[in-house]
């Protein structure tokens, strides 16, 4: 009777033994667990300051771009007002068409003759440009004409020719017919020449001073400096029926011209 008892108290305690080890291998696992689960915790909130750093500094970085002026940013206004001023007082030389509203063609009417036609726009700050369109100008398969500008209080005598000296101090011209730009006495050479149906550019940055001259959005070597008086643009033609037409006048607030490796300035 005692070794039964005996073997039941060894059994209940085996059993109780087993159970203590059961709840300590569960505790050790809820242990490993628990610290798995905060090291993973760890790495979570590592991650999400990380992040909040990185989207702190992007804010920052886009709230100072927009803060920052725009530097460098084309705006071009046009001219809607310019128009051409007809040197010939009896009309009957020199007829000024539409284009739109405004008197921005000029056509040399019954045999040639020296005409020269401003725009009657004095300039002395900013940055203006003017785009123009020859016609029926070729001649042997050269231009008779040309493009410039004058001293804004000149008046244009009729009939002109920009080369002769009491007109070639006031009037700076780049010739189609050679490609040379002429002022006072002084011929700077190298140039395109240019012909019927190109655009031809004059951008005058009275800012600095500085007249640069395009043919067909090229920009050439020879331009001009030293511009510090108001100034007119001009235009010359001589055969019957030639005529140039503006295509464009323009104000911007930056400037196209770049400088070239081998530009020439002639001073104003």
Excluded at 53 to 76: E, G, K, Y
Aim: net charge neutral; aromatic share 8%; with cysteine.
């Amino acid at each position: 009777m005692a070794d039964i008892k005996n073997q039941q108290a060894l059994d209940q305690t085996r059993i109780l033994q087993e159970q203590v080890r059961a709840a300590n291998e569960r505790a050790r696992l809820a242990e490993e667990k628990l610290k798995n689960l905060e090291t993973f915790i760890q790495h979570l909130q590592t991650e999400i300051t990380q992040l909040h750093q990185s989207q702190a500094a992007s804010s920052a970085s886009h709230s100072t771009s927009v803060m920052q002026p725009v530097v460098d940013r084309q705006v071009i206004i046009e001219d809607n007002t310019s128009q051409l001023e007809n040197p010939d007082p009896t009309g009957k030389l020199v007829k000024l068409d539409h284009i739109g509203d405004l008197n921005r063609k000029a056509i040399a009417l019954k045999y040639p003759e020296y005409r020269c036609i401003s725009l009657n726009k004095s300039i002395s700050e900013g940055i203006h440009r003017v785009e123009v369109r020859f016609e029926k100008c070729n001649y042997d398969g050269l231009i008779q004409g040309a493009v410039g500008i004058m001293k804004a209080d000149n008046k244009i005598p009729f009939p002109c020719y920009p080369g002769r000296n009491t007109q070639n101090i006031i009037m700076l011209y780049y010739n189609g017919n050679d490609g040379d730009v002429y002022y006072q006495q002084t011929r700077a050479l190298n140039n395109a020449q240019f012909k019927d149906g190109q655009l031809i550019a004059m951008e005058l940055n009275a800012d600095v001073g500085t007249l640069h001259f395009f043919v067909d959005g090229i920009q050439q070597p020879v331009f001009v400096s030293e511009i510090f008086q108001a100034v007119k643009f001009w235009f010359y033609i001589y055969n019957k029926e030639s005529s140039f037409s503006v295509v464009s006048v323009k104000k911007l607030t930056v400037p196209t011209a770049k400088t070239l490796s081998k530009e020439r300035a002639l001073q104003w």
